[in-house]
């Protein structure tokens, strides 16, 4: 039986053309490679999952490379990329900042910088999470960090640059590594379970990528836990099932309900809802993005910003058409009330109903007002 390995580290990016969602930097730290214009420290700030201590391998990587490519990527051909990819380079040192943030660590850093590389041009010092360093560490590293041998380069990575002491900040290039977004994850998903041999629906990798919250090495994480679920088929309602998310058909029958003024399916669908163990805060706050994803979906300039899948997006288009400006604006403003009210109510069912029932009236008020 051959050893499983989780798809967040079989499919890490070996090289700056596969770090997905991120091409600014990755652009950038490649034509600073070029023009040999390579700062002593850099801080990768931006949340978790997002490839910040990725991108500083293979930056680290690629400046010691014997023989890079040229577009500035690794050869992996020669004995400094060996030595990488087989974990034995003593020209790339890991410190997590996380358990090693006491000044004694930092001064054993310290003492190690002196020492120059053995193979390639530069010891790089990548340190994880270095807004966990106490006060004391941070001040017996600001001297090395200003004026370190011309061997050495620290790349600094955090997930709160606000952490970080402005004496530090002072001394590295920054870097603000964004979220990924939704497409680009579900682009990424789908080359994994190409490469798997795993057949995936669109919207089920819609689903797993908007769950994962920005974060890549999330993603690929709920994929794995949905291939042990599903096998090697990834259907949309095995995965909405698996990650206990509210299915859109729940929120685009509502809607019609609501439309039709049909008190009785809405309060009917509601209760599916909560047999399927969902709570009403979470329904509510469904159901408001599912009404702010309608107002996008209605006007053409602003249906791009809809993070769906192509067969979700044509519904919402479709919905779209059959939902007034007014109707949709008088519905998020009924919702927010109730989510405003929800913590504090005694019948906390009732409440979610009210709003159900006030939903359902409006195209009634509308035609009384007239």
């Known amino acids: 039986m051959s050893e499983f390995i989780v798809s967040a580290r079989k499919y890490r990016p070996i090289t700056f053309e596969s770090v997905v969602g991120q091409s600014s930097i990755t652009t950038t730290l490649k034509n600073a490679i070029v023009s040999k214009h390579l700062a002593q420290a850099y801080l990768f700030c931006g949340p978790r999952g997002v490839g910040k201590t990725t991108c500083a391998r293979i930056f680290a990587k690629t400046i010691n490379c014997l023989s890079p490519t040229a577009d500035m990527e690794p050869c992996n ?8 990819n087989e974990d034995r380079s003593f020209n790339i040192h890991e410190l997590d900042a996380a358990s090693n943030n006491s000044v004694d660590d930092i001064r054993n850093l310290i003492d190690q910088v002196r020492i120059p590389p053995q193979i390639g041009s530069y010891s790089v010092y990548i340190i994880d999470e270095v807004h966990m ?102 259907t949309y309602a095995k995965a909405v099932a698996n990650l206990n998310v509210l299915d859109y058909d729940y929120f685009f029958r509502l809607v019609d309900a609501f439309l039709a003024e049909d008190v009785a399916t809405s309060l009917t669908i509601y209760n599916e809802i909560l047999d399927k163990g969902f709570e009403g805060q979470h329904f509510l706050s469904g159901m408001s993005n599912h009404f702010r994803d309608l107002l996008v979906a209605s006007n053409e300039k602003t249906a791009q910003l809809l993070d769906v899948g192509a067969s979700i ?27 405003a009210g929800y913590r504090a109510s005694q019948n906390k069912r009732l409440a979610v109903e009210f709003a159900l029932m006030r939903l359902c009236n409006l195209e009634y008020e509308k035609k009384n007002e007239s």
């Open 77 to 84: 051909e020669c004995e400094s990329c060996k030595a990488f």
């Open 133 to 234: 360093l106490s006060q004391a560490a941070f001040n017996a590293f600001l001297k090395t960090l200003e004026e370190p041998p011309k061997h050495a380069i620290f790349i600094l990575a955090t997930t709160e640059k606000h952490k970080v002491l402005p004496t530090i900040l002072s001394r590295c290039q920054v870097y603000n590594f964004s979220r990924i977004t939704v497409e680009d994850a579900a682009v990424q998903l789908a080359r994994v379970a190409e490469k798997e041999g795993i057949k995936a629906e669109p919207e089920a990798l819609t689903i797993i990528a908007q769950k994962a919250d920005g974060a890549m090495r999330d993603a690929l994480s709920i994929f794995d836990q949905i291939v042990s679920f599903s096998g090697n088929e990834i």
């Open 313 to 339: 997006r044509t519904r919402y288009l479709e919905q779209a058409k059959k939902c007034q400006a007014w109707f949709i604006f008088e519905a998020l403003k009924v919702l927010n009330e109730a989510e």
